[in-house]
């Protein structure tokens, strides 16, 4: 491998086919660290004009009458190969405070006294750029494997996660690979809420469709308007009692200042902290003298009996309960329409804010699957700004990037992004400043299942990783065909 050129923070580097690279390979360059991110054929001088010249001619009517020697020569420089690699940064020796020398990767380059003729290139091992990056990944680890010429075993360290994107297009296994995670932290004994929007979630339980697996005891499903518990699905209530007067007028839609609200606050406070239910509302309604106000509040209470969400509930102490062991808890929102789902999201949100703000549970993990179609942009902001000081961290699961605001990329910790073709969504993953815009163009490159892992969980170095499959758990979320 010799080196061309470099342009800003990119080197290009000229090998033949017998050298072996790949999309993802580390390169070290007397101590620089380049990651390759774009392979072509090298335009050399006269190799264009030698492929043309064949190309014009039909083979039937010419013969080459050239010494093997020189045939040998011209074909290698044919198929000669440019890498295109990032300057990442370098990896210098440190001591630490008992003397003992380590190597370190360190970002930045602020000389550049490498030479063309003499650099020696070679592609640094997976494990030399682990030790320097500081990742120390379990034997066990089995999330998947480098893309690498060497490939190695690489894991998601839950310590590591805090603000997350999973993304990437229709089919290219993002909600796989979030499955993947999701199992991952119940290992680890962490809490995970996650909104199903469809219903993809809900048999991570089972083994095979009869059969449970070694997480039965972990996975519990809330489901609106289930009539009684069945396995490992609970019915999903909302109790009165657990939210505010305010709450419940947002939820059916009393305007503020208006005698109805002041009757509904009435109503509250009389009950104060008190276990009541809309049955206690209606015995309410049915003393008030104002029929217009009557007439109103029995709108109301129609409505949400008929929404089928309110009614008496554990929820609470479920949460409480079960963040102590780990596990995950699904709100099923497949069956229930856009406004219900704004009511369901709503609740689950204040009251894991209310319990992490009170220490009442320690940090729980949010998925959130295409969470712009059920969550207020308001309250997205919310979850990113106020509720991880309240231990609540949240990882967004999307097929399309830019629906999500700015404030995701802004305050993003962990990236995951999976193939992608539109190149409107790849400018907005490079919004997140944990990439630059060419290698994470390396994406179009990618097949299903492999991905770019960069932030916290790779000290901020992009690693190409294809997802290992998971056994034992059926993971659901496939696409279906139109003819089987």
């Not at 790949?22 to 090298?42: C, N, P, S």
């Not at 949100?349 to 993990?365: C, E, F, P, T, Y």
Request: charged content about 25%.
């Amino acid at each position: 491998m010799y080196l061309l050129t470099k342009e800003a923070d990119e080197l290009a580097i000229v090998y033949s086919p017998e050298e072996k690279l790949r999309l993802g390979d580390t390169l070290t360059i007397d101590g620089i660290i380049a990651q390759v991110v774009d392979i072509h054929f090298a335009d050399l001088p006269g190799v264009l004009e030698h492929i043309l010249r064949k190309s014009l001619v039909a083979k039937s009517e010419t013969k080459e009458h050239i010494q093997p020697e020189v045939k040998s020569v011209i074909d290698s420089l044919t198929d000669q190969r440019l890498a295109i690699a990032k300057i990442r940064g370098r990896i210098v020796e440190v001591s630490d405070d008992k003397g003992n020398k380590k190597k370190v990767f360190k970002t930045g380059l602020s000389e550049f006294n490498i030479s063309r003729a003499r650099a020696e290139i070679k592609v640094l091992s997976q494990d030399d750029l682990f030790d320097a990056l500081g990742l120390c990944f379990p034997s066990s680890c089995d999330f998947g494997k480098t893309l690498s010429s060497e490939p190695k075993d690489f894991e998601i360290l839950a310590e590591r996660l805090g603000i997350n994107l999973i993304t990437g297009m229709k089919g290219s296994g993002k909600s796989y690979s979030a499955k993947r995670l999701l199992l991952k932290l119940i290992e680890k004994g962490v809490l995970t809420l996650v909104f199903d929007l469809n219903a993809e979630y809900l048999n991570l339980w089972k083994a095979d469709e009869k059969t449970p697996n070694k997480y039965a005891g972990l996975v519990k499903v809330f489901t609106p308007r289930l009539p009684k518990a069945q396995a490992n699905e609970l019915p999903f209530f909302i109790p009165l009692n657990e939210i505010t007067y305010d709450d419940f007028a947002t939820f059916v839609n009393v305007p503020q200042g208006t005698p109805t609200y002041q009757h509904l606050m009435q109503f509250w406070r009389e009950k104060g902290e008190k276990q009541f239910d809309l049955n206690d509302f209606q015995s309410f309604i049915n003393g008030v003298q104002n029929e217009a106000v009557k007439t109103a509040l029995q709108g109301r209470v129609d409505a949400a009996r008929a929404v089928g969400l309110f009614g008496p509930s554990n929820l609470t102490n479920f949460i409480a309960e079960m963040h102590k062991t780990g596990g995950v808890i699904v709100f099923n929102l497949a069956q229930v329409g856009q406004w219900e789902r704004g009511i369901i999201v709503e609740f689950v949100l204040r009251k894991l804010a209310q319990l992490g703000q009170s220490k009442a549970i320690r940090a729980v993990s949010l998925f959130l699957e295409e969470a712009q179609l059920y969550v207020e942009r308001q309250n997205m902001v919310n979850i990113l700004t106020r509720m991880r000081h309240f231990g609540i961290f949240p990882t967004f699961i999307t097929n399309d990037p830019r629906t999500l605001p700015d404030e995701v990329f802004t305050l993003l910790d962990n990236l995951v992004a999976f193939m992608f073709r539109n190149e409107d969504e790849l400018r907005q993953l490079a919004k997140s400043g944990l990439i630059d815009l060419k290698s994470i163009y390396a994406l179009k490159h990618l097949e299903s299942r492999q991905c770019i892992v960069v932030g916290n969980v790779t000290s901020n170095y992009p690693v190409f990783v294809e997802v290992s499959p998971q056994v034992g758990v059926v993971m659901g979320g496939e696409t279906r065909k139109l003819v089987s």
